[in-house]
């Protein structure tokens, strides 16, 4: 089990507690960047009295995608069979990560998703945000998931030895986009399980300004390279197409791109003016 940190000392407590009570006998991993709130002295004071927590403290804030890179190779040297990640703000409920492992056998990769079957119970301006990135993604790199942008996932040791050799191209949130496209790519098994998602418990978003803006040029980017893979015969696209969990909706979907998707320029830019 991982998450990353930066200012989470109202919620951390909470997190290990919940996961210790999902999942007892599951190791856990967090990669705290120097929160100045405390959030690394007080996983220091849990991992005194639980062996099974590993604290590892960062220099300074150094972005989700590092850290999450950081965990999945910590798992591969570890021999770890499955890494579980999600956010430890409470937005990510830990009675669910059962749910995750349990859909894993069969596949190499599962993704908690809010959208089939699974609810978005957060406010409007975030479900937005959600809905909008997902409608592109789902238009622009098909793979038949209906959830790409949520860091609520599973691993399989195959997966990640896939990722930490992969050469990611974006960073901040658009990585865990990346992350799936370079799965589907690569020919693995990804599937998903629905879960709920919450507005966080304490404290403010840690999304950046701008970063709205940076995700939808760097899947803009992604597009154009399965574009390319399309045009000489190396895409997985059609295949997913024909599978099962490969079902995709293409007008559904542009319908979302297009309701959602002018309101996530509009948040960038208003979020870009407001620095």
């Not at 590092?66 to 409920?93: K, P």
């Not at 760097?218 to 197409?241: F, V």
Request: hydrophobic residues 40%; charged residues 20%.
């Amino acid at each position: 089990m991982f998450t990353a940190t930066y200012e989470e000392a109202a919620n951390i407590n909470n997190w290990v507690q919940g996961v210790r009570s999902a999942a007892p006998d599951a190791h856990l991993l967090v990669v705290d960047d120097s929160s100045p709130d405390g959030t690394g002295d007080i996983l220091d004071a849990l991992a005194e009295g639980d062996a099974a927590l590993t604290v590892v403290h960062r220099p300074g804030k150094s972005g989700l995608a590092s850290a999450h890179l950081e965990a999945m190779r910590y798992a591969l040297d570890n021999d770890y069979e499955v890494l579980v990640t999600m956010d430890a703000d409470g937005s990510h409920l830990p009675e669910q990560v059962p749910s995750l492992v349990q859909a894993l056998p069969g596949h190499d990769f599962v993704i908690g998703t809010r959208y089939r079957g699974g609810r978005h119970k957060a406010g409007l301006f975030r479900r937005t945000l959600s809905a909008g990135a997902n409608g592109l993604s789902r238009l622009v790199l098909p793979t038949g998931l209906s959830e790409y942008t949520t860091s609520f996932r599973a691993f399989d040791r195959q997966s990640l030895n896939e990722l930490v050799h992969a050469d990611f191209t974006s960073g901040g949130y658009a990585f865990f986009v990346e992350c799936i496209e370079i799965l589907h790519q690569a020919g693995l098994s990804i599937t998903e399980t629905p879960i709920d998602f919450v507005d966080r418990m304490h404290g403010s978003s840690k999304i950046p300004k701008g970063q709205v803006f940076m995700s939808v040029m760097a899947l803009g980017s992604m597009g154009w390279r399965r574009m390319r893979r399309m045009s000489s015969g190396n895409d997985r696209t059609e295949r997913a197409a024909r599978e099962p969990y490969g079902r995709i909706d293409f007008q559904r979907d542009r319908n979302c791109a297009c309701k959602y998707g002018s309101s996530m320029l509009l948040g960038s830019f208003v979020a870009m003016a407001s620095r």
